[in-house]
């Protein structure tokens, strides 16, 4: 398995502003993602964090709102750029790890919850 | 394209009864199954999964799924519910090489 922290655990923020998450693995993984989890629904992943490139976005977001750095193979950020109340999620890390030929499990991260006033 | 169902947003069973979560996939081919746990202000957690090995697949704390090629399911069950089961609980399929999809999610509930 792998053990996976975020900083901040939950931040309040003005609109207009920007966050940016950290997301820390304790060992080297292939592939990390971002997740949103808005109130009361299902995760969706943002994008993937690919390490020494761009990341790759999901329909419907888009690098200039959701700017993601990948410098090595244990870590990642995600900035939520120019706020809105709409903003308002859960932002979940994750790292996969493949356990087999052709199978993979995703660790968590235990999310960041952010709310924008 | 790969696809999870929930079929129940919301399941109460009192303590010490039987928990059934129901989940139907849909794959083009053989699928890869989760089952995610998320307790209230927490991360989420696997429970078990399958991968084309055993059809019956036991996981943590009491768990198991069963996946029936024919039905298309892979409900989640447990003999005996117990308070610290209420949580959200995640139906996955992987889609692709890498890409997890989630069910919108069923919340158990565990009366008392």
């Known amino acids: 398995s792998a053990v996976i922290s975020q900083k901040p655990s939950r931040d309040i923020c003005q609109r207009g502003t920007s966050l940016t998450i950290q997301c820390q693995v304790d060992s080297q993984v292939t592939m990390m993602f971002w997740y949103r989890q808005q109130p009361g629904q299902s995760l969706t992943l943002i994008a993937t964090?690919?390490?020494?490139?761009?990341?790759?976005?999901e329909s419907g977001f888009v690098i200039d709102k959701f700017p993601i750095s990948r410098p090595n193979l244990t870590f990642s950020t995600l900035t939520v750029s120019n706020m809105s109340p709409e903003d308002s999620s859960i932002y979940l890390c994750s790292a996969q790890r493949g356990t087999g030929i052709g199978v993979y499990e995703q660790y968590f991260g235990p999310g960041t919850r952010l709310t924008v006033t | 394209a790969q696809s999870v169902t929930q079929l129940d947003s919301h399941v109460s069973v009192s303590e010490g009864t039987p928990v059934l979560l129901r989940c139907n996939y849909s794959?083009?081919?053989?699928?890869?199954l989760f089952w995610y746990v998320q307790h209230p202000n927490k991360g989420l957690q696997l429970l078990l999964k399958y991968t084309s090995a055993a059809t019956l697949v036991k996981g943590i704390n009491g768990f198991e799924a069963e996946f029936k090629k024919s039905e298309t399911s892979f409900h989640l069950t447990k003999p005996s519910a117990h308070m610290s089961d209420a949580a959200e609980y995640f139906c996955v399929v992987l889609g692709g090489t890498y890409k997890y999809i989630f069910g919108t999610g069923t919340r158990l509930k565990v009366l008392a």
């Open positions: 964090a690919n390490q020494g490139s761009e990341a790759t976005y």
């Open positions: 794959s083009s081919y053989s699928p890869s």
